[in-house]
């Protein structure tokens, strides 16, 4: 979060293109390739997943690990949602039945409804978790040396050294997409 104290920080609207971004993102050579199905995996791989993930951490996880964790998921759900959406209009220029514009409307509402449960927990998020971020940020600063660069700084703010050391990703790795990432945004 943008804040006086600590001018530097990850806004609000950096952390959601950071949750949203697709690519380019390091990846490790020690996490196993997991099979989720795709279409025809079971409801629960996933959070079976995450859980494991969790389980596995020696050091457990934090409330706003989980909050962030949410809304990335619920983020991948809305965009899979709106292309699941676009995927039923017709694109040969045909007119939609009564049912279907009727089925298509009701979507169109649903779809509404996951967007502004993402705007609200993203508002609990940002509010509940300012005292964190504020700490971290204080912490992360007095471990840099002098004259560090904002991305550098971001890379640490976001990303542990101990996650990282678990996951066998090089630093400069994160520190590169995060760069290439803000340096992209127009």
């Known amino acids: 979060?943008?804040?006086?104290?600590?001018?530097?920080?990850?806004?609000?609207?950096?952390?959601?293109?950071?949750?949203?971004?697709?690519?380019?993102?390091?990846?490790?050579?020690?996490?196993?390739?997991l099979n989720l199905g795709g279409p025809d995996g079971a409801p629960c791989d996933?959070?079976?997943?995450i859980k494991q993930l969790v389980m596995?951490?020696?050091?457990?996880?934090?409330?706003?690990?989980?909050?962030?964790?949410a809304t990335h998921l619920l983020l991948e759900a809305e965009d899979f949602y709106a292309n699941q959406l676009r995927s039923q209009l017709p694109d040969d220029?045909?007119?939609?039945?009564a049912i279907e514009a009727a089925i298509l409307a009701e979507m169109s509402d649903l779809n509404r409804f996951i967007s502004t449960a993402i705007h609200n927990l993203q508002v609990f998020t940002e509010a509940i978790s300012y005292p964190f971020w504020i700490e971290r940020a204080k912490r992360?600063?007095?471990?840099?040396p002098k004259g560090f660069a904002?991305?550098?700084?971001?890379s640490h703010l976001l990303i542990s050294d101990a996650?990282?050391?678990?996951?066998?990703?090089d630093r400069t790795?994160?520190?590169a997409y995060l760069k290439r990432l803000i340096t992209s945004k127009p």
């Open 1 to 33: 979060m943008t804040s006086p104290e600590i001018p530097d920080s990850v806004s609000p609207d950096l952390l959601k293109e950071l949750l949203h971004s697709r690519g380019g993102i390091p990846t490790s050579d020690v996490m196993p390739e």
């Open 46 to 49: 996933l959070q079976f997943a």
């Open 56 to 69: 596995r951490s020696t050091s457990g996880s934090n409330f706003i690990q989980l909050l962030v964790a």
């Open 93 to 97: 220029g045909r007119k939609l039945s």
């Open 140 to 144: 992360v600063k007095s471990e840099l």
């Open 150 to 154: 904002t991305e550098e700084f971001h």
């Open 163 to 169: 996650l990282l050391a678990s996951l066998e990703i």
């Open 173 to 175: 790795a994160i520190t």
